[in-house]
T-cell receptor
Framework: EADIYQTPRYLVIGTGKKITLECSQT?????MYWYQQDPGMELHLIHY???????EKGDLSSESTVSRIRTEHFPLTLESARPSHTSQYLC???????????FGPGTRLTVL | AQSVTQLGSHVSVSEGALVLLRCNYS??????LFWYVQYPNQGLQLLLK??????LVKGINGFEAEFKKSETSFHLTKPSAHMSDAAEYFC??????????FGTGTSLTVIP
């Protein structure tokens, strides 16, 4: 059973607010990812990390930032939320010897 | 560069009928291939994967997929659809196990 958690599950927030989406995994995986998912579109990689103190931007330009201070924790921060940030955000992790990604339940963000 | 094409954004089948969801990929090296399922308001769950070895891969819930290198395909099938199979299905490819590329998804409707 994969154990990867995301909080909050749903968030409605006003424009200009700072928000942090939390992602934690208990599997000891080195690799962690953030994806943005919109209806009818492929998952877009926005950030990834291959280990502690290692973070990279993905293919999709994003105004968010991430940090990886602990193996199990990979939070995503939006300094100033805008309506264009309205989307579903999925966190995933992958281990060294396993090829697949394990996904969290997602955070559905609405910015008014 | 890698990419995934899923033909048919919406597929409808009758309960008990064959399910066939199509996936074609491009990859410069032998790929890892995956099928994921997503139920409403949930993250992605791995159905099956191909890494090496047998080209016919069996997964959970009675699904299977066949890797055909000559056709660059990895179509997902199930002999008899069940109402609980209604969901969004994503095909994904990776050639390193580090980064993953997803298709745009196929929404499966099962008609009673």
């Amino acid at each position: 059973e994969a154990d990867i958690y995301q909080t909050p599950r749903y968030l409605v927030i006003g424009t200009g607010k700072k928000i942090t989406l939390e992602c934690s995994q208990t599997m000891g995986h080195d690799k962690m990812y953030w994806y943005q998912q919109d209806p009818g579109m492929e998952l877009h990689l926005i950030h990834y990390s291959y280990g502690v103190n290692s973070t990279e931007k993905g293919d999709l330009s994003s105004e968010s930032t991430v940090s990886r201070i602990r193996t199990e924790h990979f939070p995503l921060t939006l300094e100033s939320a805008r309506p264009s940030h309205t989307s579903q955000y999925l966190c995933a992790s992958s281990g060294r010897f396993y090829n697949e990604q394990f996904f969290g339940p997602g955070t559905r963000l609405t910015v008014l | 560069a890698q990419s995934v094409t899923q033909l048919g954004s919406h597929v409808s089948v009758s309960e008990g009928a064959l399910v066939l969801l199509r996936c074609n990929y491009s990859s410069s090296v032998p790929p890892y291939l995956f099928w994921y399922v997503q139920y409403p308001n949930q993250g992605l769950q791995l159905l099956l994967k191909y890494t090496t070895g047998a080209t016919l891969v069996k997964g959970i819930n009675g699904f299977e997929a066949e890797f055909k290198k000559s056709e660059t395909s990895f179509h997902l099938t199930k002999p008899s659809a069940h109402m609980s199979d209604a969901a969004e299905y994503f095909c994904a490819v990776s050639n390193t196990g580090n980064q993953f590329y997803f298709g745009t998804g196929t929404s499966l409707t099962v008609i009673p």
